[in-house]
Every structure is written in C-alpha cells, then in structure tokens.
C-alpha cells in the first residue's frame, strides 16, 4: 500500500533542519539592469554552510508571510518568490515548498559503485525514464549543476572513464546532489495534478559511515530521509564471489567494516536511536536494498531469472514482476550463504525491496567502460518502486 501523504512541514534539503511552510523567509530579487532592487551583501549563514564567502554575496533575506509564494522586499519593494531556508539560507524550489517532497538517502559501501550509479540515475531520470513518467528532474542549486557535470556525467558518461573510489569528507569534504523531481499524473476525468519528489544524494565514502568527524552529518541526512536505497556489491558475498571466481580474486582484501550486512546494521542502529524505536519494533522507513553489477553474474543466474527480463511497463510499475525480482534477489542471497542478511532487513524495517541492477551494462576494462558504452540496466528500479510506495506512481498486475 502506498504510504500516507507527509506531515506538512519540509526538511532542508541541504542543512536538513525541520521548517515550518509558514516561516520559510524569502530572498530579495536584487538589481538587474534598471529594475530597482536591494544590493548584495555577505550573506553569513550562507558562507558558514559552504565554508566560504565566494559567492555568498547576494540580495538580502527577510521574513514575510508569502501568500501565493510570493512577497514584496520590504527594503526596495519588489516582489519576489525566492525562497530559502531559515536555518542555512540555501535556495528552495517553489514546488519543493508548495508540495512538500520526499528525500531519498543513498548508502553504500565503498566497492558498492554509488558514483557511478549516482552519475546513470541522474542521466535516465533526465533522459528515458523522466519522458516515460512524464516527469521532470531540475537541478535546485549552481553548485548541484556543476559537480554533476565535473564529477559525474563528464568523466564517465562523455569520456567513458571510471570514476574515482570516493575520498572521504574527512579530507575531501562534500555536499548533497539535490534535485527535484516533479511528475505529472491524469486522472481519469482528465484532470492533471503534479507531485514531488527532492532526491538528494552524497556520495558518501564507506569509511565515513564509522567517522566520528562526518557522521552527525550523515546521520542527519539519514534521519531526515523519507526512504534508504542500500547498495550493496555482490562480490562482496562471499557466495556470490565464488561464483565468479576471476574477477573475485582481483578485487582487494576484504574490510570488515565494508561487507553489507555491517554497513547495513551499522546505519540501522543509528536510525534506531535516533527515532527512538521500541525494542522488538521495526522503522517504518521503507528501503531498496540493490545488488549492484548484476551483470556479473548473469552468466550464473538461470535462464527463467527475472533478472534477465528488463523491465516491463510505461509510466507504471508492474508489481508481478516487482515481486518475481525480489524473490530471486532473495533465493540468491540464501544460495550465496547471505540468508542473514534477509532475515535482519525483515526483522529492522516494516517495508523493504530487493533488487538487481547495473549501472554500466557491462564488465570495464582498464578503467573505462566497455566497448558497448554505458548501457544501464534496471538502474531505476529502486526508486519506481519507492515513488509507487510515495503515490507517485501506480502500480498494475497483468490481467487486471
């Protein structure tokens, strides 16, 4: 069942503080050629967020109540429909405050390949799978645009290069991808309504899931999520490895710290804590856990596997085939002596998926894609079922 609409507040997306619609303060629109306007000044809670004053010199913010999403400047008079949050100062979309949206949280350990899969969703959401939903994917921030470009799309998706293992933000500090994404729905009298969606993504590091120096952050980002997609690399499931034994024995040793099911318990125990959950009781945030390089063991999986279907419907999700995926998923982890890791996401959390996916289509080869380029597969699965789960997207059963 999809869950319930959210409670009307919005979470920051970027400072992740708790905010109130009704106190969201706006940005003056500033000078711009002959329209009058406020002049910049250093905006200090904007600089301290980004660790900088380069290019917190910006129009002033103030409080106003904003009926209709807009307000006048009270310093030039000028309306604007600006918003940011009180806490950080950081832009907010117009839709994101209007309706509301979901935060998603990516987790992963550091072979997981979440770089990669960060880089591919974002291009599908853009390109293939946001014309089948009728949706849009709109970047919130400068600063979003241009990482995605520098550090995602440009390396692996124009130049066909691997990208980098994560540094952490220890040394290599970092902030959120955020996106809004925004679908149109038709009912059946024709009418149509709009729904949201804020994806924020860090690409986090697996060393900074147990670092003392970034985790309040992380485990902020984590609190306020709406949803978990758990990456988790097979060739880390000692099963999984024996399976495909030469391209297991030319990964690296094995770090405790980064086999699934402790990168799992770990953020589990977290989230615990944080919302306080009863012993005995299970979260209720719902959670995608993806077996990433599914591609590798394709040559193992039986012919029948609905791993080796793509994925059926337009603008739906077909949850027949939603519900043959996650029972492979599941005979594959107890085949691969990974059983426990099932029994702990069944035993933590009222609501959790599995799924099988690749990012690149294909095996790389001396650190660039294959000759076949970039050709994802199943990469959206996880967050078509997480936006049926939100109410964004219908599910449909064949037959009915």
Not at 16 to 33: D, I
Not at 214 to 226: K, P, S, T
Not at 310 to 337: K, M, N, Y
Not at 377 to 384: F, V
């Amino acid at each position: 069942m999809p869950l319930a609409p959210s409670r009307r507040s919005i979470t920051c997306p970027y400072c992740f503080a708790a905010l109130s619609p009704r106190r969201v303060p706006f940005r003056c629109r500033g000078q711009a050629g002959r329209r009058p306007g406020c002049a910049p000044v250093l905006d200090e809670r904007l600089a301290a967020y980004t660790g900088s004053s380069a290019g917190a010199s910006l129009p002033p913010v103030f409080a106003a109540p904003g009926r209709g999403g807009r307000a006048d400047c009270p310093g030039c008079g000028q309306a604007t429909g600006s918003r940011v949050c009180p806490e950080c100062h950081n832009p907010l979309p117009a839709g994101y405050c209007d309706a509301p949206g979901r935060i998603v949280a990516l987790v992963g350990a550091k072979n997981a390949g979440k770089s990669t899969y960060i880089a591919v969703l974002l291009h599908e959401l853009m390109n293939r799978v946001g014309t089948e939903l009728d949706a849009s994917l709109v970047a919130c921030d400068d600063r979003t645009i241009e990482r995605y470009k520098r550090d995602f799309a440009r390396p692996l998706l124009e130049e066909k290069r691997l990208l980098p293992t994560t540094a952490s933000a220890v040394t290599s500090p970092r902030e959120p991808l955020v996106y809004l994404l925004t679908r149109t729905r038709r009912t059946r009298f024709a009418r149509e309504s709009t729904a949201s969606l804020a994806l924020v993504l860090f690409d986090t590091a697996g060393e900074d899931l147990r670092s003392r120096e970034v985790r309040d952050l992380h485990l902020r980002y984590l609190e306020a999520a709406d949803a978990i997609v758990f990456l988790v690399d097979p060739l880390e499931l000692p099963g999984a490895q024996a399976s495909v034994a030469v391209l297991a024995g030319d990964r690296p040793g094995s770090d405790p710290d980064s086999e699934p099911i402790n990168v799992i318990a770990r953020v589990t125990e977290a989230l615990r804590s944080r919302h306080d959950v009863k012993p005995g009781d299970r979260l209720d945030v719902p959670v995608a856990v993806a077996l990433t390089k599914i591609d590798v063991l394709a040559p193992e999986l039986a012919r029948q596997s609905a791993l080796h279907r793509p994925r059926p419907g337009a603008g739906v999700l077909d949850l027949d085939d939603r519900d043959a995926v996650h029972e492979q998923v599941r005979s594959l982890l107890h085949t691969w002596q990974a059983g426990q890791l099932d029994t702990y996401l069944g035993q933590q959390y009222a609501d959790y998926g599995l799924f099988g996916l690749s990012a690149l289509g294909g095996v790389p080869q001396d650190g660039r894609v294959g000759a076949g380029g970039v050709r994802p597969y199943r990469a959206e699965d996880p967050l078509l079922w997480l936006l049926h789960r939100f109410g964004m997207l219908d599910g449909v059963r064949r037959g009915t």
